[in-house]
């Protein structure tokens, strides 16, 4: 495997830099630029703007927005969204687009309840089978991309279409909710010392995720492809290869999501993963990449930005909006995070690509 002292292409667009500047002066992340009142605002500001909502919310509505029991509701709702967040991320890292993500997750979903209710699976067994679909569908998107060379979310688009025409062809349009275990229909309701449980296991899979990306070559190697790909194929990097597990791994976590959302919901719906049902997953990756690490798809900033569309969306809600403006939130949400995080890359890496 590849180590991390050979990739450095930040380096070689440094040495590579006419004015001689170094890299933390160019990218303003070295000592002082790290602590002067932008950078901060850059790092923080999402973080100032989910308090002052919340902070808004409270004032507004402080007998239903601030209460336990609506805060238990707005963990246990996004945390299948904050996964299916993390599966988006992953192929983002190294610069390519998963639309497949939201169609992965409706399939797995019918997947696991179908195995329980028509072929009479334990659950684990039905879990496992879960899984194993997304990491298929995962490495179908992978060779499609890394090693056939189409573009990724002209790949990803078409594969998610062919799910969804095999979900309905497979239900008929019509959920699956008996014959399932009680203690995955049941998981929603579960508690651990007052924080749901949903909540837990999502933390927990982002914990692993942010170690993956962050702390090994992999996650490193990633990072170089999306940030260089021409450095990153002269320093030795097995660019497909690395690129293909990508999204096998997108596609695992699409299915953890997947089975997450039976437990959430208790129930296989054939309608979950459309577009409408993924959009606050993508506000939330692109607002991350506008937070804490700006210019950077990273996960601490994409589970701050899930909670504060679903917190934003929770104060909306009970304000007494209608429908249609949750919707329109949600994709202004988007459209800005891409305009800001695709500005915050070009300033700081000269690239301003963002899903090719």
């Known amino acids: 495997m590849t180590t991390t002292a050979s990739i450095d292409p930040t380096r070689e667009s440094a ?5 001689g500047r170094s890299s933390g002066e160019r990218t303003g992340t070295g000592r002082q630029g790290r602590w002067d009142p932008l950078t901060l605002l850059e790092r923080f500001g999402l973080l100032m703007l989910f308090v002052a ?3 808004l919310f409270s004032l507004l509505r402080p007998d239903t927005f601030a209460t ?11 945390s299948v969204l904050a996964v299916a967040a993390l599966a988006l991320i992953v192929p983002l890292i190294s610069g390519r687009f998963d639309v497949s993500v939201g169609a992965i997750l409706g399939l ?3 997947a696991c309840t179908a195995a329980m209710s028509k072929h009479g699976l334990p659950l684990v067994p039905a879990i496992a089978v879960a899984l194993a679909i997304g990491a298929v569908l995962g490495s179908i998107n992978g060779i499609i991309v890394a090693y056939l060379g189409v573009n990724s979310i002209i790949a990803t688009l078409g594969t998610s279409t062919i799910m969804g025409g095999l979900v309905s062809a497979y239900t008929n349009g019509i959920p699956i909710s008996s014959g399932l275990s009680p203690r995955l229909t049941d998981f929603s309701a579960k508690m651990v010392l007052g924080v749901p449980a949903l909540f837990l296991v999502m933390l927990a899979f982002a914990v692993v995720v942010w170690f993956l990306l962050t702390q090994t070559p992999y996650g490193r190697n990633l990072a170089a492809i999306g940030s260089n790909l021409r450095a990153a194929v002269l320093t030795g990097v097995d660019v497909q290869r690395k690129v293909m597990w990508s999204f096998v791994l997108s596609g695992l976590l699409a299915g953890v999501a997947g089975v997450l959302q039976v437990g959430a919901t208790g129930s296989g719906d054939p309608s979950v993963g459309g577009i409408n049902f993924i959009v606050p997953a993508l506000a939330a990756v692109f607002l991350g990449a506008t937070t804490w690490h700006p210019g950077k798809y990273n996960v601490p900033g994409t589970i ?3 909670f504060f569309v679903g917190t934003a969306v929770s104060g909306l809600a009970l304000l007494g909006v209608r429908p249609w403006v949750t919707d ?3 994709g202004s949400a988007v459209v800005i995070a891409i305009i800001v995080s ?6 700081r890496t000269g690239a301003s690509e963002v899903g090719t």
């Open 342 to 347: 695709a500005q915050f890359r070009r300033r």
């Open 328 to 330: 329109v939130f949600n």
């Open 15 to 19: 040495d590579a830099e006419p004015s």
């Open 68 to 78: 336990t029991a609506n805060w238990q509701t707005i963990a246990t709702s996004q």
């Open 53 to 55: 909502l919340v902070v």
């Open 304 to 306: 701050l930005g899930l």
């Open 108 to 110: 797995c979903s019918i």
